[in-house]
């Protein structure tokens, strides 16, 4: 059953606390995106790679948030420092190839600063 | 600059009957267009896509229409169920990238 994993499921920190996501895509998957929801924007995306490389983070605050993939199993998001209107859920999906029909999402990370 | 809109943001269907779901797009350079659907704490997940060659692409009790000419797309859902009840996204892949431009959204409620 391959799927998306995120890590925390949840988070709850304090402004200007660093705060760092985890993804594992689907093995196979070359193409990992970075997604924000929020009431007012819906699904924005932030940043996304292909085959480890980035393509494209014009989505993404430059001066505290930064996207990695260390490795073809692992994709980060990570924001120094976080600040409350960040809050948002944020969701990570893996393609095989294109972005057609077929990107599959993770459950999101669910995250709240105070 | 939004490229995708729902103005709906919200939709209540009675179960049975059927859900239609609306979404305008501003560029007219979309190869194929896609809605996915998401429940609480899940991801979105596909469900249904059109090719911009086509005006209506069917699959079950779902159907997306395809209007070019008003830069207008709809999903149809006939007839609604109340497993239905979820976040639906139109989403629109721009030419030569990878990504997908999500609207807003629209949450259906099919209440029995």
């Known amino acids: 059953d391959a799927r998306v994993t995120q890590t925390p499921r949840h988070k709850v920190t304090e402004m200007g606390q660093e705060v760092t996501m985890r993804c594992q895509p689907i093995?196979?998957?070359?193409?990992v995106f970075w997604y924000r929801q929020t009431m007012m924007q819906g699904l924005e995306l932030l940043a996304y790679?292909?085959?480890?490389?980035?393509?494209?983070d014009s989505g993404m605050p430059k001066d505290r948030f930064s996207a990695e993939m260390p490795d073809a199993t692992l994709a980060t998001l990570k924001i120094q420092p976080s600040e409350p209107r960040d809050s948002a859920v944020y969701f990570c999906a893996s393609a095989l190839d294109r972005a057609d029909e077929t990107q599959y999402f993770g459950p999101g990370t669910r995250l709240l600063v105070l | 600059d939004q490229q995708v809109k729902q103005n709906s943001p919200s939709l209540s269907v009675q179960e049975g009957r059927i859900s239609i779901l609306n979404c305008d797009y501003t560029?007219?350079?979309?190869?194929?267009f896609l809605w996915y659907k998401k429940y609480p704490a899940e991801g979105p997940t596909f469900l249904i896509s059109?090719?911009?060659?086509?005006d209506k692409n069917e699959d079950g009790r779902f159907t997306v229409f395809l209007n070019k000419s008003a830069k207008h797309l709809s999903l149809h859902i006939v007839p609604s169920q109340p497993g239905d009840s979820a976040v639906y996204f139109c989403a629109v892949p721009p030419r030569n990238t990878d990504k997908l431009i999500f609207g807003t959204g629209t949450r259906l409620q099919v209440f029995p």
């Open positions: 560029n007219s350079m979309f190869d194929y």
């Open positions: 059109i090719s911009s060659i086509k």
């Open positions: 093995l196979g998957h070359n193409t």
């Open positions: 790679f292909r085959n480890r490389a980035p393509l494209d």
